[in-house]
Protein backbone atom coordinates (compact mmCIF):
# COMPACT_ATOMS: atom_id res chain seq x y z
CA UNK A 1 0.00 0.00 0.00
CA UNK A 2 2.83 2.51 0.71
CA UNK A 3 4.01 1.86 -2.55
CA UNK A 4 1.08 2.43 -4.40
CA UNK A 5 0.61 5.46 -2.56
CA UNK A 6 3.83 7.04 -4.24
CA UNK A 7 2.66 6.11 -7.92
CA UNK A 8 0.85 8.82 -9.91
CA UNK A 9 -2.96 8.95 -11.24
CA UNK A 10 -4.87 8.79 -14.38
CA UNK A 11 -4.97 12.58 -14.42
CA UNK A 12 -0.95 13.29 -13.33
CA UNK A 13 -0.16 10.76 -15.87
CA UNK A 14 -1.98 12.28 -18.80
CA UNK A 15 -0.33 15.68 -18.21
CA UNK A 16 3.11 13.25 -18.14
CA UNK A 17 2.49 11.80 -21.19
CA UNK A 18 1.54 15.66 -22.76
CA UNK A 19 4.53 16.84 -21.40
CA UNK A 20 6.76 14.85 -22.88
CA UNK A 21 5.54 14.94 -26.47
CA UNK A 22 5.17 19.28 -26.36
CA UNK A 23 8.66 19.63 -26.02
CA UNK A 24 11.03 21.80 -28.39
CA UNK A 25 10.14 19.96 -31.32
CA UNK A 26 7.14 22.36 -32.35
CA UNK A 27 8.47 25.85 -31.84
CA UNK A 28 9.31 26.14 -35.68
CA UNK A 29 6.67 24.54 -36.73
CA UNK A 30 4.26 27.25 -37.94
CA UNK A 31 6.94 28.50 -40.49
CA UNK A 32 7.12 25.64 -42.14
CA UNK A 33 2.92 25.07 -41.54
CA UNK A 34 3.00 28.75 -43.60
CA UNK A 35 4.52 27.38 -46.71
CA UNK A 36 1.28 24.97 -46.85
CA UNK A 37 -1.10 28.15 -45.48
CA UNK A 38 -4.52 27.56 -43.19
CA UNK A 39 -5.29 24.50 -44.75
CA UNK A 40 -2.63 22.91 -43.23
CA UNK A 41 -5.17 22.73 -39.69
CA UNK A 42 -6.85 19.71 -41.76
CA UNK A 43 -3.15 18.33 -41.52
CA UNK A 44 -3.59 18.82 -37.57
CA UNK A 45 -6.78 16.64 -37.49
CA UNK A 46 -5.47 14.05 -39.71
CA UNK A 47 -2.12 13.85 -37.99
CA UNK A 48 -4.24 13.92 -34.50
CA UNK A 49 -6.50 10.91 -35.77
CA UNK A 50 -3.56 9.00 -36.79
CA UNK A 51 -1.44 9.80 -33.47
CA UNK A 52 -4.56 8.68 -31.50
CA UNK A 53 -4.52 5.38 -33.30
CA UNK A 54 -1.09 5.41 -32.87
CA UNK A 55 -1.14 5.81 -29.26
CA UNK A 56 -3.82 3.07 -28.82
CA UNK A 57 -1.37 0.81 -30.40
CA UNK A 58 1.30 1.24 -28.18
CA UNK A 59 -0.74 1.23 -25.49
CA UNK A 60 -1.75 -1.90 -26.03
CA UNK A 61 1.07 -3.66 -26.92
CA UNK A 62 2.48 -2.33 -23.50
CA UNK A 63 -0.41 -3.99 -21.75
CA UNK A 64 -0.09 -7.01 -23.72
CA UNK A 65 3.62 -7.41 -24.79
CA UNK A 66 5.33 -5.18 -22.56
CA UNK A 67 9.41 -5.51 -24.15
CA UNK A 68 12.42 -3.59 -23.43
CA UNK A 69 13.65 -1.99 -26.84
CA UNK A 70 9.88 -0.68 -28.11
CA UNK A 71 9.57 -0.77 -31.81
CA UNK A 72 12.98 -2.90 -32.20
CA UNK A 73 11.74 -5.56 -29.66
CA UNK A 74 8.10 -5.63 -31.55
CA UNK A 75 9.32 -6.02 -35.27
CA UNK A 76 11.93 -8.64 -33.98
CA UNK A 77 9.61 -10.81 -31.99
CA UNK A 78 6.79 -10.57 -34.76
CA UNK A 79 9.05 -10.82 -38.03
CA UNK A 80 12.38 -11.99 -36.54
CA UNK A 81 15.71 -11.10 -36.14
CA UNK A 82 16.47 -9.22 -39.29
CA UNK A 83 13.28 -7.46 -39.10
CA UNK A 84 14.56 -6.26 -36.06
CA UNK A 85 17.74 -4.94 -37.17
CA UNK A 86 16.60 -3.36 -39.67
CA UNK A 87 14.16 -1.42 -37.28
CA UNK A 88 16.41 -0.98 -34.73
CA UNK A 89 19.47 0.76 -37.61
CA UNK A 90 16.27 2.79 -39.23
CA UNK A 91 14.86 4.16 -35.50
CA UNK A 92 18.60 4.85 -34.37
CA UNK A 93 19.46 6.98 -37.29
CA UNK A 94 15.92 8.93 -36.98
CA UNK A 95 17.04 9.66 -33.60
CA UNK A 96 20.23 11.19 -34.00
CA UNK A 97 18.53 12.93 -37.72
CA UNK A 98 15.52 14.31 -35.99
CA UNK A 99 18.06 15.70 -32.51
CA UNK A 100 19.16 17.92 -35.50
CA UNK A 101 16.04 20.16 -34.73
CA UNK A 102 16.93 20.87 -31.23
CA UNK A 103 19.65 23.12 -31.62
CA UNK A 104 18.22 24.55 -34.29
CA UNK A 105 15.45 25.65 -32.95
CA UNK A 106 17.04 26.79 -29.98
CA UNK A 107 19.45 29.38 -32.13
CA UNK A 108 16.49 30.63 -34.30
CA UNK A 109 14.53 31.42 -30.99
CA UNK A 110 17.69 33.31 -30.05
CA UNK A 111 18.06 35.20 -33.10
CA UNK A 112 15.26 37.40 -31.18
CA UNK A 113 18.36 38.92 -29.53
CA UNK A 114 20.93 38.38 -32.01
CA UNK A 115 19.76 38.85 -35.21
CA UNK A 116 23.14 37.70 -36.27
CA UNK A 117 22.19 34.19 -35.57
CA UNK A 118 19.61 33.84 -38.70
CA UNK A 119 22.36 33.91 -40.77
CA UNK A 120 22.99 30.64 -42.07
CA UNK A 121 27.05 30.45 -41.47
CA UNK A 122 26.60 32.20 -38.00
CA UNK A 123 23.65 29.94 -37.34
CA UNK A 124 25.40 26.62 -38.24
CA UNK A 125 28.48 27.50 -36.22
CA UNK A 126 26.45 28.23 -33.51
CA UNK A 127 24.56 25.32 -33.65
CA UNK A 128 27.51 22.88 -33.68
CA UNK A 129 28.83 24.52 -30.41
CA UNK A 130 25.44 23.12 -28.84
CA UNK A 131 25.84 19.65 -30.15
CA UNK A 132 29.10 19.62 -28.73
CA UNK A 133 28.79 21.62 -25.62
CA UNK A 134 25.78 18.59 -24.35
CA UNK A 135 27.95 16.05 -26.03
CA UNK A 136 30.50 16.76 -24.04
CA UNK A 137 28.46 17.26 -20.98
CA UNK A 138 26.94 13.64 -21.07
CA UNK A 139 30.50 12.30 -20.77
CA UNK A 140 31.29 14.37 -17.77
CA UNK A 141 27.97 13.61 -16.41
CA UNK A 142 24.52 12.52 -17.84
CA UNK A 143 22.98 12.89 -14.16
CA UNK A 144 23.59 17.33 -14.83
CA UNK A 145 22.20 16.73 -18.48
CA UNK A 146 19.15 15.11 -17.30
CA UNK A 147 18.18 17.89 -14.44
CA UNK A 148 18.77 20.59 -16.70
CA UNK A 149 16.25 18.95 -19.16
CA UNK A 150 13.77 18.68 -16.30
CA UNK A 151 13.84 22.31 -15.35
CA UNK A 152 14.33 23.53 -18.77
CA UNK A 153 11.36 21.59 -20.28
CA UNK A 154 9.07 23.71 -18.01
CA UNK A 155 9.88 26.63 -20.01
CA UNK A 156 8.84 24.90 -23.00
CA UNK A 157 5.45 24.74 -22.03
CA UNK A 158 4.74 28.28 -21.48
CA UNK A 159 4.92 29.82 -25.26
CA UNK A 160 2.52 27.00 -26.06
CA UNK A 161 0.13 27.20 -23.75
CA UNK A 162 -0.01 31.33 -23.36
CA UNK A 163 -0.12 31.45 -27.38
CA UNK A 164 -3.02 28.82 -27.46
CA UNK A 165 -5.11 30.52 -24.88
CA UNK A 166 -4.46 34.23 -25.33
CA UNK A 167 -3.51 34.64 -28.59
CA UNK A 168 -7.31 34.54 -29.94
CA UNK A 169 -7.89 37.75 -28.01
CA UNK A 170 -4.96 39.13 -31.13
CA UNK A 171 -6.55 36.64 -34.24
CA UNK A 172 -7.57 37.88 -37.32
CA UNK A 173 -9.91 35.92 -39.29
CA UNK A 174 -9.26 37.72 -42.60
CA UNK A 175 -5.19 36.88 -41.87
CA UNK A 176 -6.32 33.19 -41.56
CA UNK A 177 -8.42 33.18 -44.34
CA UNK A 178 -5.93 34.92 -46.96
CA UNK A 179 -3.52 32.13 -46.87
CA UNK A 180 -5.42 29.09 -47.41
CA UNK A 181 -3.75 27.18 -49.76
CA UNK A 182 -0.58 28.65 -50.75
CA UNK A 183 1.40 25.97 -52.33
CA UNK A 184 -0.34 25.75 -55.86
CA UNK A 185 -1.39 22.18 -55.59
CA UNK A 186 -4.53 20.26 -54.83
CA UNK A 187 -5.98 21.02 -51.12
CA UNK A 188 -5.27 16.64 -51.11
CA UNK A 189 -1.93 17.48 -51.46
CA UNK A 190 -1.22 20.69 -49.07
CA UNK A 191 -2.92 18.35 -46.38
CA UNK A 192 -0.83 15.54 -46.90
CA UNK A 193 2.22 18.00 -46.89
CA UNK A 194 0.86 19.34 -43.86
CA UNK A 195 0.19 15.90 -42.03
CA UNK A 196 3.54 14.59 -42.78
CA UNK A 197 5.22 18.10 -41.25
CA UNK A 198 2.90 17.96 -38.27
CA UNK A 199 3.92 14.29 -37.43
CA UNK A 200 6.52 16.00 -36.07
CA UNK A 201 4.76 17.30 -33.06
CA UNK A 202 3.80 13.77 -32.13
CA UNK A 203 6.96 11.39 -32.39
CA UNK A 204 7.97 9.42 -29.27
CA UNK A 205 4.15 8.81 -28.35
CA UNK A 206 5.33 5.12 -28.23
CA UNK A 207 7.45 6.03 -25.37
CA UNK A 208 4.43 6.80 -22.92
CA UNK A 209 3.74 3.53 -21.95
CA UNK A 210 7.12 3.70 -19.98
CA UNK A 211 5.10 5.49 -17.27
CA UNK A 212 3.60 2.38 -16.22
CA UNK A 213 5.58 1.30 -13.46
CA UNK A 214 4.91 4.77 -11.48
CA UNK A 215 1.12 4.88 -12.32
CA UNK A 216 -2.09 3.33 -10.26
CA UNK A 217 -3.56 0.68 -12.29
CA UNK A 218 -1.27 1.00 -15.61
CA UNK A 219 -3.74 -1.94 -17.14
CA UNK A 220 -6.08 0.73 -17.35
CA UNK A 221 -4.73 4.05 -16.48
CA UNK A 222 -1.69 4.19 -18.50
CA UNK A 223 -4.32 3.02 -21.64
CA UNK A 224 -6.18 6.26 -20.78
CA UNK A 225 -3.31 8.99 -20.53
CA UNK A 226 -1.66 7.94 -23.27
CA UNK A 227 -5.21 8.74 -25.27
CA UNK A 228 -5.16 11.67 -23.67
CA UNK A 229 -2.32 13.02 -23.24
CA UNK A 230 -1.91 12.82 -27.10
CA UNK A 231 -5.88 14.63 -27.27
CA UNK A 232 -4.52 17.30 -25.01
CA UNK A 233 -1.51 18.03 -26.83
CA UNK A 234 -3.70 17.77 -29.75
CA UNK A 235 -5.55 20.56 -28.69
CA UNK A 236 -2.70 22.80 -28.01
CA UNK A 237 -0.84 22.35 -30.96
CA UNK A 238 -3.83 22.92 -33.17
CA UNK A 239 -5.09 26.20 -30.92
CA UNK A 240 -0.94 27.56 -31.16
CA UNK A 241 -0.93 27.09 -35.10
CA UNK A 242 -3.92 28.38 -35.99
CA UNK A 243 -3.82 31.64 -33.75
CA UNK A 244 -0.27 32.57 -35.11
CA UNK A 245 -1.92 32.60 -38.44
CA UNK A 246 -4.45 34.52 -37.70
CA UNK A 247 -1.91 36.87 -36.12
CA UNK A 248 1.12 37.23 -38.49
CA UNK A 249 0.77 37.73 -42.40
CA UNK A 250 1.72 34.37 -44.33
CA UNK A 251 4.64 36.10 -46.21
CA UNK A 252 6.43 37.13 -42.71
CA UNK A 253 5.28 33.94 -41.04
CA UNK A 254 6.73 31.55 -43.90
CA UNK A 255 10.69 33.80 -42.85
CA UNK A 256 10.02 33.96 -39.08
CA UNK A 257 13.08 31.87 -37.22
CA UNK A 258 10.82 32.60 -33.78
CA UNK A 259 7.11 32.31 -34.73
CA UNK A 260 6.15 32.19 -31.27
CA UNK A 261 7.76 35.26 -30.00
CA UNK A 262 6.49 36.99 -33.15
CA UNK A 263 3.16 36.22 -32.22
CA UNK A 264 3.89 37.24 -28.59
CA UNK A 265 5.30 40.78 -30.16
CA UNK A 266 2.07 41.01 -32.04
CA UNK A 267 0.61 40.57 -28.18
CA UNK A 268 2.54 41.90 -25.92
CA UNK A 269 5.29 44.15 -27.65
CA UNK A 270 9.01 43.55 -27.37
CA UNK A 271 9.13 42.19 -23.65
CA UNK A 272 6.37 39.08 -24.31
CA UNK A 273 8.51 38.48 -27.78
CA UNK A 274 11.72 38.22 -25.38
CA UNK A 275 10.23 36.37 -23.00
CA UNK A 276 8.79 33.47 -25.01
CA UNK A 277 11.93 33.73 -27.21
CA UNK A 278 13.83 32.93 -24.17
CA UNK A 279 11.44 30.19 -23.03
CA UNK A 280 11.69 28.61 -25.70
CA UNK A 281 14.99 28.84 -26.68
CA UNK A 282 15.88 27.11 -23.01
CA UNK A 283 13.16 24.67 -23.95
CA UNK A 284 15.06 23.35 -27.47
CA UNK A 285 18.36 23.43 -25.65
CA UNK A 286 17.54 21.78 -22.37
CA UNK A 287 16.34 18.77 -24.32
CA UNK A 288 19.00 17.91 -26.96
CA UNK A 289 21.31 16.71 -23.90
CA UNK A 290 18.86 14.50 -22.91
CA UNK A 291 17.87 13.38 -26.41
CA UNK A 292 21.79 13.29 -27.45
CA UNK A 293 21.88 10.42 -24.25
CA UNK A 294 19.10 8.59 -25.01
CA UNK A 295 20.37 8.06 -29.13
CA UNK A 296 23.82 7.01 -27.42
CA UNK A 297 21.81 4.54 -25.22
CA UNK A 298 20.17 3.14 -27.45
CA UNK A 299 22.92 2.49 -29.89
CA UNK A 300 24.83 0.74 -26.84
CA UNK A 301 21.65 -1.86 -26.14
CA UNK A 302 21.87 -2.65 -29.76
CA UNK A 303 25.57 -3.38 -29.38
CA UNK A 304 24.96 -5.16 -26.23
CA UNK A 305 21.98 -7.80 -28.71
CA UNK A 306 24.77 -8.12 -31.11
CA UNK A 307 23.12 -5.36 -33.50
CA UNK A 308 25.26 -3.15 -33.47
CA UNK A 309 29.40 -2.28 -33.72
CA UNK A 310 30.57 -3.00 -29.79
CA UNK A 311 32.19 0.05 -30.11
CA UNK A 312 28.22 1.15 -29.69
CA UNK A 313 28.30 -0.91 -26.18
CA UNK A 314 31.65 0.43 -24.90
CA UNK A 315 31.34 2.32 -21.49
CA UNK A 316 33.55 4.01 -18.86
CA UNK A 317 33.33 3.49 -15.63
CA UNK A 318 29.61 5.36 -14.82
CA UNK A 319 28.58 2.98 -17.75
CA UNK A 320 28.63 5.76 -19.91
CA UNK A 321 28.81 5.14 -23.83
CA UNK A 322 31.92 7.90 -24.11
CA UNK A 323 32.35 6.65 -27.92
CA UNK A 324 28.79 6.42 -28.57
CA UNK A 325 28.50 9.74 -27.55
CA UNK A 326 31.18 10.83 -29.77
CA UNK A 327 29.39 9.28 -32.96
CA UNK A 328 26.41 10.54 -32.32
CA UNK A 329 28.10 14.04 -31.94
CA UNK A 330 29.68 13.57 -35.29
CA UNK A 331 26.86 12.07 -37.35
CA UNK A 332 24.75 15.11 -36.08
CA UNK A 333 27.51 17.52 -37.03
CA UNK A 334 27.27 15.93 -40.47
CA UNK A 335 23.88 16.57 -40.91
CA UNK A 336 23.91 20.39 -39.60
CA UNK A 337 26.43 20.70 -42.82
CA UNK A 338 24.53 19.25 -45.02
CA UNK A 339 21.11 21.26 -44.18
CA UNK A 340 23.38 24.61 -43.61
CA UNK A 341 22.39 26.07 -46.95
CA UNK A 342 18.94 26.64 -46.18
CA UNK A 343 18.08 30.09 -46.05
CA UNK A 344 16.35 30.45 -42.37
CA UNK A 345 15.90 27.89 -39.30
CA UNK A 346 12.38 27.45 -40.17
CA UNK A 347 13.82 25.60 -43.84
CA UNK A 348 16.40 23.66 -41.96
CA UNK A 349 14.47 22.41 -39.31
CA UNK A 350 11.60 21.25 -42.09
CA UNK A 351 13.88 19.65 -43.99
CA UNK A 352 15.34 17.47 -41.00
CA UNK A 353 11.97 17.04 -39.46
CA UNK A 354 10.83 15.46 -42.18
CA UNK A 355 13.48 13.23 -42.61
CA UNK A 356 13.32 11.98 -39.20
CA UNK A 357 9.45 11.12 -39.71
CA UNK A 358 9.66 8.94 -42.40
CA UNK A 359 12.56 6.61 -41.19
CA UNK A 360 10.67 6.48 -37.61
CA UNK A 361 7.17 5.54 -39.58
CA UNK A 362 8.56 2.37 -40.70
CA UNK A 363 9.16 1.13 -37.20
CA UNK A 364 5.11 2.46 -36.14
CA UNK A 365 4.33 0.17 -39.23
CA UNK A 366 6.17 -2.94 -38.31
CA UNK A 367 4.52 -2.50 -34.78
CA UNK A 368 1.22 -2.11 -35.43
CA UNK A 369 1.73 -5.64 -37.08
CA UNK A 370 2.81 -7.11 -33.82
CA UNK A 371 0.04 -5.34 -32.32
CA UNK A 372 -2.40 -7.44 -33.97
CA UNK A 373 0.15 -10.71 -33.75
CA UNK A 374 -0.07 -9.79 -30.06
CA UNK A 375 -4.24 -9.74 -29.91
CA UNK A 376 -4.40 -12.78 -31.77
CA UNK A 377 -2.51 -15.04 -29.10
CA UNK A 378 -4.70 -13.31 -25.90
CA UNK A 379 -8.39 -12.28 -27.52
CA UNK A 380 -11.46 -14.00 -29.03
CA UNK A 381 -11.58 -14.03 -32.84
CA UNK A 382 -14.07 -11.22 -33.14
CA UNK A 383 -11.69 -8.86 -30.99
CA UNK A 384 -9.09 -9.97 -33.16
CA UNK A 385 -11.15 -8.60 -36.28
CA UNK A 386 -11.83 -5.28 -34.67
CA UNK A 387 -7.80 -4.98 -34.04
CA UNK A 388 -7.07 -6.25 -37.55
CA UNK A 389 -9.40 -3.35 -38.66
CA UNK A 390 -7.79 -0.79 -36.65
CA UNK A 391 -4.57 -1.51 -37.20
CA UNK A 392 -4.63 -1.76 -40.79
CA UNK A 393 -6.27 1.91 -40.49
CA UNK A 394 -3.41 2.76 -38.91
CA UNK A 395 -1.24 1.27 -41.08
CA UNK A 396 -2.46 3.04 -44.03
CA UNK A 397 -2.68 6.42 -42.09
CA UNK A 398 0.88 6.14 -41.67
CA UNK A 399 1.59 5.44 -45.57
CA UNK A 400 -0.43 8.40 -46.21
CA UNK A 401 1.96 10.15 -44.09
CA UNK A 402 4.72 8.87 -45.93
CA UNK A 403 3.48 9.82 -49.03
CA UNK A 404 3.03 13.68 -48.14
CA UNK A 405 6.75 13.44 -47.63
CA UNK A 406 9.41 15.49 -49.71
CA UNK A 407 9.64 13.03 -52.75
CA UNK A 408 13.55 12.65 -52.50
CA UNK A 409 13.34 11.62 -49.30
CA UNK A 410 10.92 9.05 -49.47
CA UNK A 411 13.43 8.47 -52.33
CA UNK A 412 16.37 8.45 -50.62
CA UNK A 413 14.53 6.40 -46.87
CA UNK A 414 13.76 3.62 -49.42
CA UNK A 415 17.30 3.10 -50.83
CA UNK A 416 18.68 3.51 -47.08
CA UNK A 417 16.54 0.63 -45.95
CA UNK A 418 17.47 -1.70 -48.85
CA UNK A 419 21.03 -0.51 -48.30
CA UNK A 420 21.46 -1.25 -44.42
CA UNK A 421 20.97 -5.27 -45.67
CA UNK A 422 24.09 -5.47 -46.71
CA UNK A 423 25.24 -4.80 -42.86
CA UNK A 424 23.03 -7.66 -41.44
CA UNK A 425 25.11 -10.51 -41.81
CA UNK A 426 28.06 -8.87 -39.70
CA UNK A 427 25.44 -8.02 -36.59
CA UNK A 428 23.65 -11.73 -36.58
CA UNK A 429 23.95 -13.31 -33.14
CA UNK A 430 21.54 -16.14 -34.43
CA UNK A 431 23.09 -16.48 -37.84
CA UNK A 432 27.16 -16.97 -36.68
CA UNK A 433 25.34 -19.59 -34.01
CA UNK A 434 23.68 -21.37 -36.63
CA UNK A 435 27.29 -21.36 -38.76
CA UNK A 436 29.33 -22.43 -36.01
CA UNK A 437 26.74 -25.70 -35.19
CA UNK A 438 27.36 -26.54 -38.73
CA UNK A 439 31.02 -26.49 -38.87
CA UNK A 440 31.57 -27.97 -35.59
CA UNK A 441 33.48 -31.14 -36.14
CA UNK A 442 31.38 -34.06 -35.00
CA UNK A 443 32.03 -36.11 -32.12
CA UNK A 444 33.66 -39.41 -32.65
CA UNK A 445 31.78 -42.45 -32.65
CA UNK A 446 32.61 -44.50 -29.33
CA UNK A 447 34.40 -47.96 -29.57
Known sequence: ??????????????????????????????????????????????????????????????????????????????FGPYMGFQTNTIYWFANWIGNVALPVAAVGYFSYFVPALAQPMVRTVVVLVLIWLFTFANILGAQVVTRIQSITTSFALIPLFGIAIFGWFFFKSDVFAGAYNVTGKSDFQAI????????????????????????????????????????????????????????IPNDQLQVADAPFALAAQVALGNIGGGVVSLCAALGAGGSLGGWILLTALSAKAAGDDGLFPKIFSKANKDDTPVQGLLIVGVLMSLIVLITAASPTASAQFEVITQAAVVLTLLPYIYSCVACYFAVETSHTVAHTGIYWVLTSITVVYCLWAIFGTQGDLVTYAFLFMLFISVFYPFFSEQRRRDRQLKVAPAPAPRS
Not at 199 to 206: D, M, R, Y
Open 192 to 247: SGAASLTLWAFIGVESASVSAAVVKDPEKNVAIATIAGVALAAVVYISSSAVIMGM
Open 1 to 78: MADDKRKIGVVAATFLVAGNMMGSGVFLLPGSLAKIGSVSMWGWVVTTIGSLLLAFVFAKLGRLAPKAGGPYAYARDA
